[in-house]
């Protein structure tokens, strides 16, 4: 059971380049988050979608756009990348019901120069 | 604005030692806190309290939460080096999607040999 798989691991970026970090869970999870993680701060919420065709604004959502074409994947897209989004980002999912702890996949390490 | 707010940043004790997290919260429509051990990749689930007074625990660890006093303790006894890592602790709350988390900034733990 692989859970949340997340791609790349790792990934350079030049200014003004754009890439997708691609997550993918299979767990039949409805609900699924991203995160970015910063030195010595917490994990701030960038999107999250509860469903296929549904997805929302977390709390840093400027720079990013989502999509949730199926229950499985749920791919996070940078455009017109700046050097402060260096960061660690997390990919997470968790049932449909409340109360469920979320599971993280392994995170990707993005450095914008 | 919700906040969660943990205790002390960073922690070096030896092993053997027993050791404390504080994690208070100030969030509208509280539902649950969860704490998650991260190491060097994806955050681990370790708990998730939603009743006050009642402990929960696993081997060395254990966590309280006091709805009274919006805070939740983590206990770790007899350390040993495998337990340094950042401990996070997240807030969810009713109300946007139920999966929702307001995570702090963790807490360091070192534990030397």
């Known amino acids: 059971n692989a859970g949340v798989t997340q791609t790349p691991k790792f990934r350079i970026l030049k200014i003004g380049q754009s890439m997708t970090l691609q997550c993918t869970q299979d767990?039949?999870?409805?609900?699924m988050y991203w995160y970015r993680q910063d030195p010595g701060m917490g994990l701030k919420l960038i999107y999250y979608s509860v469903g296929a065709g549904i997805t929302d604004k977390g709390e840093v959502p400027n720079g990013y756009n989502v999509s949730r074409s199926t229950t499985e994947d749920f791919p996070l897209r940078l455009e017109l990348a700046a050097p402060s989004q260096t960061s660690v980002y997390f990919c997470?999912?968790?049932?449909?019901?409340?109360?469920?702890?979320?599971?993280f996949g392994d995170g990707t390490r993005l450095s914008i120069l | 604005e919700d906040k969660v707010v943990q205790s002390p940043l960073s922690l070096v004790v030896h092993e053997g030692d027993t050791v404390t997290l504080n994690c208070s919260y100030e969030v509208t429509n509280f539902r649950s806190l969860l704490w998650y051990k991260q190491e060097k990749k994806a955050p681990t689930f370790l708990f998730m309290l939603?009743?006050?007074?009642i402990e929960k625990k696993s081997g060395r660890l254990s966590s309280i939460l006091d709805k009274k006093e919006l805070s939740s303790i983590l206990n770790i006894t007899a350390t040993q080096t495998g337990d340094s890592a950042i401990y996070l602790c997240a807030v969810g709350y009713y109300g946007g999607s139920q999966g929702n988390l307001i995570f702090g900034k963790g807490t360091k733990l070192s534990v030397k040999p």
């Open positions: 997470a999912s968790s049932p449909d019901r409340s109360n469920q702890p979320q599971h």
């Open positions: 939603t009743s006050s007074g």
């Open positions: 767990m039949n999870h409805n609900y």
